[in-house]
């Protein structure tokens, strides 16, 4: 077993998992009114301005918290404090500059970018999220900083603060847009708004939370900084930094590109207008926010063992980090499996519960953005796991071919009648296979201590097997029964699909259980797991 220092990466990811979870919750909630407040249009403009945005932050951000918290937390390991700080003193201003050239960029750059994304519609939503991408800059500066003393808190409380902005900001704007009877483009712009205000307001809050952060931190420092110059800091920062950034980009890249191909193929070679092919594309943006749930957990994992790996890895506890990704990737399925198997049978009902009506593309894209979501996990974690072992670099490889995949994929498919739109989900699930593919097959080839593929796997698979069909036979059989009383309107429906979940969940909880696929080995790793774990009686 690892020791306390080594635990800390899951409470660390369970204070991420927790605000995720909760800015997640939030963002599905929010969407609900606000995409019934815009027509279909409106939603697929909203869509196509936040890929853009996307994308721009992910040259900018990307790889600043990855990087800077591995470095601080490296410095953190040799009780090396002063170096520490000066990372932080040299990454500040360099990316308030980036962020500040970006931001012009984004503006003034607006009408085209819209219309490369065949989309004119998206150009005023671009400039109004043009100064979010600077508060972006510095604010990945304070979260890899604090990431890397092992302080997840400022990043989860930021991340509530900007999306409780977004929602409440963004549902005001829109409302009152549309009262004025502004069109599509505007109140879309409205209604994104939210994101560059909730944003700035994180970056006071992070300042704060920096400074009492480093009142906490011991002054001692028994490593010499002499050959740590700027320069020679801003290098460091670069050099791991860039290959996250560049993969980062590739796939918001990928996304843009994926986007502006399918709305030109819709028109172009189906003959649809362009208010047709963005009402179109908003169907497709009915089922991302739930698509993102499973993501939304297994991203703050991911953040948290880069530095946790990072610090066993610089002690030369080779087996300590061995543990660490073990346990991360279990986690990961654990949780990715069932969620990926849960909107994949329960598409219509979700949908149904979330908007009030039963759309028949919608159902069948988010199927598919179903099956996705855990390779989506899945490649997040893997992605992590060579990172925080120094292999950065091999991002640059795999990402690229998957955005390959993606990017033919849609132009192949678009132009078929019978596909259309599913065109982008198909491809997503096909870019993320791969990817997650070729990154294990890197993870099996490079690192020494990997994880157990087969314990990782095999159990999570199987018990999810077992959950999908009972959940898929309780949703139906109360269906069936339950609709001569409650007949199958929205309220109905709701109802059926909770109770369908929690019989899935409960299903599941057990045979994990029973079958040792979590054991108290594991439940150690959880703060205040082997609590529960005796509750639970579950075993080694």
């Known amino acids: 077993m690892p020791d306390s220092r080594s635990q800390n990466y899951l409470k660390g990811a369970a204070i991420l998992a927790a605000a995720s979870i909760l800015a997640k919750v939030i963002s599905v909630v929010y969407k609900i009114p606000l995409f019934q407040i815009m027509d279909a249009a409106g939603r697929g ?38 170096l520490a700080r000066r990372y932080f003193s040299v990454a500040l201003p360099a990316f308030i500059i980036i962020g500040a050239v970006a931001m012009l960029v984004m503006f003034f750059f607006a009408d085209y970018f819209a219309m490369q994304m065949n989309n004119s519609l998206a150009a005023p939503g671009i400039r109004v999220l043009s100064p979010a991408v600077f508060f972006a800059c510095i604010i990945a500066v304070y979260r890899g900083y604090a990431q890397g003393h092992g302080n997840m808190i400022p990043t989860a409380i930021s991340q509530i603060v900007e999306v409780i902005c977004k929602a409440i900001i963004g549902i005001a704007a829109a409302l009152w847009l549309v009262h004025l009877g502004y069109g599509t483009g505007i109140v879309s712009a409205g209604a994104i708004t939210g994101v560059t205000i909730g944003l700035g307001i994180s970056v006071p809050l992070l300042v704060w939370y920096k400074q009492k952060l480093d009142r906490n931190i011991s002054n001692s420092d028994h490593c010499t900084t002499e050959s740590q110059t700027p320069l020679n800091i801003f290098g460091r920062i670069m050099k791991v930094s860039l290959p996250i950034t560049l993969s980062a980009a590739t796939m918001s890249t990928m996304v843009v590109i994926d986007s502006a191909i399918v709305l030109g193929r819709l028109q172009s070679v189906l003959g649809y207008t362009e208010i047709q092919a963005s009402e179109l594309f908003g169907i497709y943006a009915l089922g991302l926010p739930v698509y993102n749930l499973p993501p939304a957990i297994v991203v703050p994992v991911s953040m948290s063992i880069i530095p946790a790996i990072a610090a066993a890895i610089a002690r030369g506890r080779t087996e300590e980090a061995g543990v660490i990704m073990q346990s991360s990737l279990k986690l990961a399925n654990l949780i990715a499996m069932p969620a990926s198997a849960g909107l994949m049978i329960l598409a219509t009902p979700i949908l149904m519960a979330l ?7 919608a159902t069948a894209i988010l199927t598919v953005l179903g099956a996705a979501s855990f390779f989506s996990c899945l490649q997040y974690i893997t992605t992590a796991i060579l990172q925080a072992n120094g292999h950065e670099r ?34 997503t699930l096909a870019c993320f296979v791969v990817i997650s593919a070729l990154n294990i097959c890197f993870i099996i080839a490079k690192i020494k201590e990997k994880p157990k593929f087969n314990k990782a796997f095999i159990r999570p698979l199987l018990c999810t097997i077992f959950m999908a069909m009972a959940t898929y036979l309780a949703y139906t059989g109360l269906l069936r029964f339950g609709s001569e009383i409650m007949g199958t309107g929205r309220y109905a429906v709701t109802a059926f699909l ?7 969940i409960s299903v599941y909880g057990i045979l994990i259980i029973v079958t040792r696929t979590i054991t108290m080995e594991d439940m150690k790793l959880v703060p205040k797991g082997a609590k529960l774990a005796r509750l639970l009686r579950i075993r080694s």
Do not use: C, E, H, W
Not at 52 to 72: D, E, N, Q
Not at 355 to 361: A, C, E, Q, T
Not at 397 to 417: D, E, H, R, W
Not at 498 to 504: F, R
């Open 498 to 504: 909770i109770l369908s979940i929690i019989v899935g």
């Open 355 to 361: 908007y009030g009506y039963d759309i028949p593309l």
């Open 394 to 427: 091999v991002a640059l490889v795999t990402v690229p071919i998957g955005a390959i995949i993606k990017i033919l994929t849609a132009y192949f498919l678009s132009g078929n009648p019978n596909i259309g739109i599913l065109a982008s989900p198909i491809g």
């Open 45 to 82: 403009t909203f869509q196509v301005t936040y890929n853009v945005f996307a994308l721009i932050l992910a040259i900018s951000t990307a790889g600043i918290p990855a990087a800077l918290s591995r470095m601080v937390s490296s410095a953190n390991a040799s009780d090396n404090n002063k």
